[in-house]
């Protein structure tokens, strides 16, 4: 795995300054960016960036790998749709995964949660699952 890109969204009625929108990059060359997303403005309100040393970069991306591979590719529920996030793995050879979901995690997909929490120290706690 080369990188993942993390968005998770809430829909319906919100404030205009609400984020409603959360998008998390993880590359293997040790950058996240975490960025928010508000209902006013249809672009980027904030964006923070964080350094995490390529070794710990590299454990959690192996750490992913086995696991997302028995992935489905929707979570999704017709009873739960206010809510939603999408999963992408991009990887070495060029090919990308997209899983998407909305309520439900998928298999492991709370300690998937916990490692990416941990890989660094936000500044505001992100929104995975």
Known sequence: IKSVRVVNSLSGI??????????????????????????????????????????????????????????????SSKYHNRYEWEFFIRYSDGTTKKVKGTVFAPTEGEEVE???????????EPFIF
């Open 14 to 75: 919100s404030g205009r300054d609400d984020i409603d929108k959360q998008q998390i990059d993880i590359n293997e060359n040790g950058t996240v960016k975490h960025s928010l997303f508000n209902t006013k403005e249809k672009k980027v309100v904030q964006t923070f960036a964080y350094k995490v040393k390529k070794y710990w970069m590299r454990d959690f991306l192996n750490f992913l790998e086995p696991i997302t591979t028995k992935w489905e590719t929707d979570y």
């Open 114 to 124: 916990r490692r990416i929490q941990v890989l660094t120290k936000y500044d505001i």
